[in-house]
């Protein structure tokens, strides 16, 4: 797969984007947010450090989920009221994106699914049950949510948002489900729990000690 | 674990069983001796058993 | 694959973060590299914020007795399922049940790639435990998870009595959580619900040798008392398999009597009716019977003996004697018989007849050598002697069925008694036996 290369429009730095598919990513010299339009890449913001946090997934980890290959290209880092987990994007090696979120060393992969006729964010409420794909899930937690920052290629623009609503549906299984209500529109996330050792990490961040 | 042990021993007790229906063992209490000779037909009080001079009351209740 | 320029100024490496203790300036170091929400200052009993810079203070506690010092000292590092874990909290939890209060203790365990998992000691028994990810299905009497059914064991109230170290919850001394636990050993599903909020943990049983393996440390662990909640019965999973093998075995054996009971000739080779007679009995009283030909393989011989005696007793002194090997089996044996009536009713002794089976008799010319004896008091009395050839030992069938039987029964009663004494333990203890009450924790 090819991979474009740009220069930074704030500081000229080289820009290589893994993923084809990318509208977002952030230059890692000068911190600058950048859009891709269809002839350049213009700066829209800007992003501060990221918080200190102890996920060992970074930016150009590789791993395996079931049998796809998948090498992580992007993040966002939420908060909320009892802490914080990261949304880690990842490239599968089809090309597709999908999201390996850690939350205290609790992964779990999922894909966006194009689901209609799902509930506004008012209108849901713990233990209301919901069918999709023939499996049923039912509401365990809302989490209003925050993002607290951004890193490497996203799939959306997402430098300006704040608050944002989480609904998490579990089921029986390792199954789960998410309501991201963070667009106008709400998005469905399906996926499932895996454990570490399933999803074979490579280039891990190594922790002292460790 | 024990139920392998069971059934090797289950194993062991039923061949022990068939082969001693097979050799005719018995649960009585015999003694064998050798080398009676052939004259004790002719004179059998000649042949001391080990048995001899048992003398037994059983009086009864 | 080319991962592109390095960043420059990405997050630091995570160490481990050494902090003073704002309440008595004792050192602290966070060793769970940004996952701790509280730690403990071992100096001063404060519980901390470890997510604020500064450290502030959420608690400070008494320890209501000296420190009580964990079992795996904290910073220790050990191997469970094949990943190493660092010691990082500890913390000891108590209920009370008929007024008697019960301490157990439980430990943080953390890998910086895995996360945290969980042990707990009560009495020598440990548990390997997590946090569920999918969420059990509970109804009073039960629960269900993965697939498995657990039994209700036990609910009680949880205090937490005293911390030391890092935690991932917002822990206090103090706090009471009320807990129901699940069994299907060896693993025990336990629901602490804490502020309306349901945690879910899933453990597994795991004997002190194992963790002091595991975690290197020296001496012994301390000795299990009594049956735990979900540890594993050695013997219970095998009762079922050991009486389907033995009903197998059982089969099995009215296979072969039957076999050999058919196999069997039983074949009458003498039959003769002898008088003795007390007035000759001076003279010598042993005589020879015929000769008579045990045909075949090696098998028993049964010699039987009839005699109508009443209140008396006759005694055969036999001989069975090859003819021409000289081989010979001797015995000697009683008929006797008696009747009479008293104050009970009427009773019997004995029997007028008698039966011996002699082994492993090889084939050839046979006969027997008898000599009587009898009763004093009897003055003559005739006696049938019947021999047969290859006939059946029913007793060595008794004795191979007692022999099968034994095992399977010694193993039910400890496997009965096993959960017996786990059960004592919990909400449902199984009924007292004896009369004696119980305690029923």
């Known amino acids: 797969m090819s991979q474009p290369v740009a220069n930074c429009p704030n500081c000229g730095a080289k820009i290589v984007f893994r993923w084809s598919s990318s509208v977002q990513t952030v230059c890692e010299y000068c911190k600058s947010i950048l859009v891709r339009t269809d002839v350049d890449l213009k700066k829209v913001g800007q992003v501060a450090d990221l918080p200190p946090d102890s996920s060992p997934i970074q930016i150009s980890t590789e791993g395996k989920y079931g049998n796809k290959a998948f090498v992580v290209v992007g993040r966002i880092l939420y908060g909320y009221d009892q802490g914080g987990w990261n949304e880690w994007h990842v490239m599968m090696n089809d090309g597709t994106s999908a999201w390996l979120s850690d939350a205290q060393s609790e992964y779990a992969l ?68 998410t309501l991201d209500y963070s667009d106008p529109e709400p998005a469905l996330y399906l996926g499932e729990f895996v454990e570490f050792d399933e999803l074979n990490l490579k280039n891990l961040r190594s922790f002292e000690g460790w | 674990m024990f139920r392998k042990l069971y059934l090797l021993y289950g194993a062991l007790v039923l061949s022990s069983a068939g082969f001693g229906q097979y050799r005719g063992w018995s649960l009585d209490t015999v003694n064998q001796l050798k080398n009676v000779p052939k004259s004790v037909r002719d004179n059998p009080g000649s042949y001391r058993s080990v048995y001899s001079g048992y003398h037994h009351y059983t009086g009864g209740k | 694959m080319s991962a592109g320029t390095p960043p420059l100024s990405g997050p630091p490496k995570p160490q481990a973060r050494a902090l003073n203790c704002p309440k008595c300036g004792a050192a602290i170091t966070l060793h769970s590299f940004g996952q701790a929400v509280t730690v403990v200052c071992a100096s001063c009993h404060s519980i901390l914020d470890a997510k604020d810079p500064n450290l502030a203070i959420l608690q400070r506690f008494e320890a209501a007795t000296r420190d009580v010092k964990p079992l795996i000292p904290l910073g220790t590092r050990g191997k469970l399922r094949g990943t190493d874990y660092e010691l990082i909290g500890f913390q000891r939890r108590s209920t009370q049940v008929d007024g008697i209060t019960y301490y157990w203790h439980e430990y943080v365990l953390f890998n910086p790639y895995k996360g945290i998992r969980y042990l707990s000691e009560y009495n020598g028994h440990w548990n390997d435990i997590s946090i569920c990810k999918t969420l059990p299905i509970a109804d009073g009497g039960g629960a269900n998870y993965l697939g498995e059914t657990y039994k209700h064991f036990q609910s009680a109230d949880a205090d937490t009595d005293f911390v030391l170290g890092e935690f991932p919850w917002q822990v206090r001394v103090g706090e009471k959580a009320a807990v129901t636990d699940y069994v299907h050993p060896p693993r025990v599903l336990s629901g602490e619900k804490l502020d309306k909020e349901v945690t879910w943990s899933i453990g597994e049983y795991m004997y002190g040798r194992e963790i002091w393996e595991s975690f290197k440390l020296p001496g012994d662990p301390p000795a299990p008392i009594g049956v735990y909640e979900n540890q594993p019965s050695p013997v219970t999973l095998n009762v079922t398999g050991m009486w389907v093998a033995f009903a197998a075995f059982a089969v099995f054996l ?188």
């Open chain 1, 110 to 177: 999922s894909l966006s699914s194009k689901a209609v006729n799902l509930p506004a964010a008012a209108q849901v409420h713990v233990g209301q049950q919901f069918t999709w794909n023939n499996q049923s899930y039912t509401v365990s937690v809302i989490t209003p949510a925050h993002y607290r920052g951004v890193e490497g290629e996203l799939p959306f623009q997402y430098w300006d948002k704040t608050d944002v609503t989480f609904v998490d549906l579990r089921t029986e299984s390792r199954n789960f489900a």
């Open chain 3, 254 to 441: 009215l296979v072969l009597m039957a076999v050999f009971d058919m196999r069997a000739k039983k074949e009458p080779v003498l039959q003769e009716t002898y008088q003795y007679n007390r007035a000759e009995s001076k003279a010598e009283t042993s005589f020879v019977t015929d000769v008579f030909e045990l045909t075949g393989h090696t098998s028993t011989v049964e010699v039987k003996t009839f005699a109508p005696v009443s209140n008396h007793w006759i005694y055969l002194n036999y001989a069975l004697i090859n003819q021409d090997s000289g081989q010979a089996w001797d015995f000697g044996r009683e008929v006797s018989y008696y009747s009479g009536y008293d104050s009970d009713g009427s009773w019997t002794e004995g029997k007028q007849h008698d039966s011996v089976v002699i082994p492993s008799v090889p084939p050839g010319h046979y006969y027997l050598r008898i000599e009587p004896e009898a009763d004093p008091s009897l003055p003559n009395i005739p006696y049938t002697v019947e021999v047969i050839h290859d006939v059946p030992v029913f007793g060595i069938y008794g004795i191979a069925f007692l022999a099968l039987l034994v095992p399977v029964v010694i193993i039910s009663f400890r496997a009965y008694t096993f959960e017996r004494s786990r059960w004592s333990e919990s909400d449902h203890p199984p009924m007292e036996l004896s009369s004696s009450s119980g305690d029923d924790e």
